[in-house]
């Protein structure tokens, strides 16, 4: 159905959270202040890629006010971090390998006074020559960043014959083209920061956003050298995230001074300090050959990939792995070969980002799919459905995956869009402005996949204050998870929103249930609900009858309270309350559980089980004198099953599709020798109000295949990955131009302009 | 520090009509003069050079950034920020937001709605590009402005 406002009832849910953030009140943790705070910052590598000759703190300890400085030496157990690998030096001890890279840290009574410190701590490099593209990293020449060399990882995916070369010259049409994608930034709103306080006994309270609490708390235990249970971690609100917040950022900072100080150390990154330290999305260069025989069938499919990871590892090696699988998309193809280089260089640190590597090798996939239906002389929509998977169809690594028609769902309901039917229709041209129309599909995978420990656990319980509480480990970025917790219990338990209490984002009450990432949350949420609620229910109602004597066939949860039901299961009184039964309970009622993720039976690393679908439509206006484009229009179909919490739902979509028209138009943190051109948001530019499309439409497909019972999937993501192919589609249909290279120049579409309309097609203005 | 507080000035301002008289130093940011002296931390900070809005406020009737207001700028002024706009019940700009799901890390939300109700109050029916125009120094990263679109064409409809 079409997502709107006004078509879902009582479906669209207000946020339970909401009223806080609209007025104001809601406290991040970047808003947190404590008594004899203490203010730190970090100091970071003047270099992109130097030796550290000698680091000299004196000066900069001798400043009134500075109470503390660290270097490698304060470390008191593993001086590294990473999510996967721990390869990310909390503070340098002899080499720097980004400009983020942290070297000493320093605590003082005011913000000015650490900033001031910082500048006083002189480090001596000796630079070396930085490693800026992947392929040169790849040299025998090129100086190992690590000790392993220069490759973090490597995949591949073969299938069908070896020799690819024979069958591509055998092809009616074949398209061989390199597609290049940008160094996109999260800009989550909120910079990194958070504040940690010194509890008793030598334990540590840290106050700061991560997507995965837990995981935040065996990386400190790792650092600090205490157990994991003295360190309790705080990790919602979160303002922003999109898979930033993911790794480790602050955290050892503020962890490390506070346990030396003894007093709550707080750090609130400057957009300076956040662009230059934090994460980025993998550019990808991706070389890719596809060919087809002359009915518009793909028999042939060569990728190569080489992934920009950055310094360090921390997701690096997932995120080329699931490009890999992705390279194919929903397509089922005879003859494929695809490897993929995960390569370290001295460009920042690139990791997880909404989309995950599906974002860039979709782009290229879908471009490929058109180019090849314009040497084909054929209709794009002819050569998908030709390859498109069917429902019972292995997935793209040839693992088998939950049945899924999902692929063929969003292909005939994208095609209804009224963007794409007014095509046939004269293109109308206003003065020096050409409009044009395009679409692309996408298949994404939910969950960690095949190979990576994806375990979560629920817990549900009675409060003494009569609450149905529902715990997980999971955190609220902002995506609108409370709100599905809250719809999933209320939906479950056919209780009000009253009756439900949530206990998220705080190690020291909530149950381990995994990052809140790989759009797993949601999905995790309603299966653990799920899990539970038989036995939840027939323990209240147990305690029901025993302090009610009353037949406990006869009670069914409700509104306030336990309620009597007839023979028609109509609830006719409220027998007891929760909060009745709450104070007559000796002991209140508990359930827990844990699960896996749901994953592919076949042992094929990283590969998925669960997939969602995306088709895109849009219509561009390409401005012939600027080069500008603009997305007037765009329509999106998603298949994830059903739609729990539709306002979140649809946010997902429209946020995803604002972000994917960044990547499309206008983002990229560009590097020059390692060192970032884009210091703030004054010149790393985001979709403002203005950027978006006039009109924009979301349609969910909440049917799932007969017999999958593994509920509504996450939609975190799939709303961003197909946004790219779809405008550049528009904009060949508009120009004549294929775009290769994201985001897009509009000095490149003058030039192509110049080229192709004015002097080719004769264009006369009107 | 000593240097400064030898130069800190007596600054006199209203903050949602409480008045303030504090010592400040004359540069003394505004954003911080709310978030860390005055603990009204509604009020964000993000980008710290004016171009993402998050720590819009409203002086003197006008939309300011203020991690560009300085204490001297302030002495006499009126300032309203997203802690002034709600008493007993929500603003309406605020129940548009919530009914529209204008919002979700909510982040940027203080500062979006202040800068709507900025526009609102000298323009209370804006055509939807006078909206855009209005709104495009705010930055939004999670609802790609669609929800905040529609919390206008709510508070219009009423």
């Known amino acids: 159905m079409a997502l709107h406002i006004n078509n879902l009832e009582n479906r669209w849910k207000i946020r339970r959270d909401g009223e806080q953030k609209v007025t104001g009140n809601l406290k991040y943790l970047t808003d947190l202040s404590f008594p004899d705070m203490l203010y730190a910052g970090v100091l970071r590598s003047k270099h992109p890629h130097a030796v550290i000759i000698s680091i000299d703190t004196k000066e900069a300890e001798d400043l009134p006010g500075v109470a503390a400085i660290i270097t490698h030496k304060d470390i008191p157990g593993l001086n590294g971090f990473g999510l996967i690998i721990q390869d990310q030096p909390v503070l340098c001890k002899d080499k720097v390998r980004y400009v983020g890279d942290a070297i000493a840290a320093v605590a003082a009574n005011s913000k000015e006074i650490a900033e001031k410190a910082i500048t006083l701590i002189k480090v001596n490099y000796k630079i070396l020559p930085p490693i800026i593209d992947p392929e040169e990293g790849l040299h025998a020449s090129a100086i190992p960043l690590h000790e392993k060399g220069n490759l973090l990882h490597s995949a591949s995916f073969k299938k069908g014959t070896s020799d690819l070369e024979d069958i591509f010259s055998s092809c009616s049409a074949v398209v061989e083209d390199v597609y290049l994608t940008p160094r996109q930034m999260h800009t989550y709103m909120e910079t990194e920061g958070g504040v940690a306080v010194p509890e008793e006994a030598g334990k540590l309270t840290v106050y700061a956003p991560t997507q995965h609490g837990f995981k935040d708390q065996l990386q400190l235990s790792r650092i600090l050298n205490i157990p994991k249970e003295n360190i309790r971690v705080v990790s919602s609100p979160i303002g922003g995230s999109f898979g930033g917040k993911d790794e480790l950022n602050i955290q050892p900072y503020i962890s490390l001074l506070a346990l030396k100080t003894g007093k709550p150390v707080k750090i609130h990154q400057s957009r300076r300090m956040s662009i230059k330290s934090g994460i980025k999305r993998h550019p990808m260069k991706i070389y890719m050959k596809t060919g087809a025989d002359d009915k518009g069938k793909i028999v042939a499919h060569k990728v190569k990939i080489m992934a920009d990871t950055g310094a360090y590892a921390t997701l690096g090696a997932a995120v080329l792995d699931f490009a890999v699988e992705h390279s194919t998309g929903p397509y089922r193809i005879d003859h494929v070969n695809i490897e993929g280089y995960a390569v370290y260089t001295n460009n920042g640190v690139a990791g997880e980002f909404r989309g995950f590597g599906g974002n860039q090798v979709t782009f290229a996939l879908e471009t490929q799919m058109e180019r090849l239906a314009e040497k084909l002389n054929m209709d794009s929509t002819v050569i998908r459905q030709k390859n498109i998977r069917k429902e019972d169809d292995l997935g793209p690594v040839e693992q088998e995956i939950v049945p899924t028609d999902g692929a063929n769902a969003v292909l005939k309901e994208i095609l209804k869009s009224p963007i794409l039917l007014q095509k046939n229709k004269q293109n109308k041209r206003e003065e020096f402005k050409v409009k044009g129309v395009g679409y692309s599909i996408t298949m994404h995978g939910g969950g960690l996949g095949f190979g990576r420990p994806d375990p979560s656990g629920a817990r549900l319980s009675l409060t003494k204050e009569g609450k149905l509480e529902a715990s997980f480990g999971f955190e609220e970025c902002g995506q609108g998870l409370i709100t599905s917790i809250e719809m999933i219990m209320v939906d479950t338990f056919d209780c009000s929103s009253e009756d439900v209490a949530i206990l998220i984002g705080d190690t020291s009450k909530v149950p381990h249930s995994g990052s809140s990432t790989a759009s797993r949350a949601t999905n995790m949420v309603w299966l653990g609900i799920n899990k539970l609620k038989d036995t939840f229910k027939e323990k209240l109602l147990t305690l029901a009858e025993y302090y009610t004597n009353m037949d406990k066939d006869l009670l069914t949860f409700g509104k306030g309270g336990i309620w009597q039901q007839n023979k028609n299961k109509d609830r006719t009184n409220l027998v007891i309350s929760y909060k009745e039964l709450a104070a007559k309970c000796e002991e209140l009622p508990l359930v827990a559980t844990t699960y896996h993720f749901p994953t592919t039976p076949n042992a094929i690393d990283g590969g998925h089980y669960l997939y969602t679908f995306a088709g895109v439509a849009c219509e561009v206006e390409v401005d012939l004198l600027t080069g500008r484009v603009v997305v007037t229009k765009i329509d999106h179909v998603i298949s994830a099953g059903p739609a729990v919490n539709p306002m979140g739902y649809l946010g997902q979509i429209e946020g995803g599709a604002s972000m994917g028209l960044g990547f499309t138009l206008m983002e990229d943190a560009v590097m020059e020798y390692g060192r970032y051109m884009t210091e703030n948001l004054d010149s790393y530019l985001i979709p403002t109000i203005l950027d978006i499309p006039n009109e924009t439409q979301v349609t969910a497909l909440e049917e799932l295949s007969l017999g999958d019972t593994f509920g509504p999937r996450g939609v975190g993501e799939i709303g961003t990955v197909a946004v790219a192919p779809a405008i550049v589609s528009a904009i060949h249909d508009a120009t004549n131009l294929w775009v290769t290279k994201l985001p897009i120049q509009p000095a490149e579409i003058l030039k192509a302009v110049e080229d192709q309309l004015l002097k080719g097609m004769e264009v006369q203005y009107e | ?158």
Not at chain 2, 43 to 63: D, F, H, P, Q, Y
Not at chain 2, 123 to 147: D, H, S
């Open chain 2, 1 to 158: 520090m000593n240097n400064q507080k030898a130069a800190e000035k007596t600054t006199k301002f209203t903050v949602n009509g409480q008045e303030y008289e504090l010592s400040l130093p004359p540069t003394y940011r505004l954003v911080n003069i709310l978030r860390d002296v005055l603990n009204l931390t509604g009020t964000k900070i993000s980008c710290e050079v004016g171009r993402c809005g998050a720590c819009s406020v409203i002086m003197n009737g006008k939309l300011v950034n203020s991690c560009l207001i300085m204490a001297f700028h302030i002495d006499g002024a009126e300032i309203i920020t997203i802690e002034g706009l709600s008493k007993e019940t929500l603003h309406p700009i605020q129940e548009a937001f919530l009914q529209a799901g204008a919002l979700q890390c909510g982040y940027c939300t203080p500062g979006m709605v202040i800068a709507l109700k900025s526009l609102l109050d000298e323009n209370p029916n804006p055509m939807r590009e006078e909206v855009q125009n209005a709104l495009c120094g705010n930055l939004c990263r999670c609802t790609g402005y669609e929800g905040i679109l529609r919390a206008v064409e709510i508070l219009e409809n009423r």
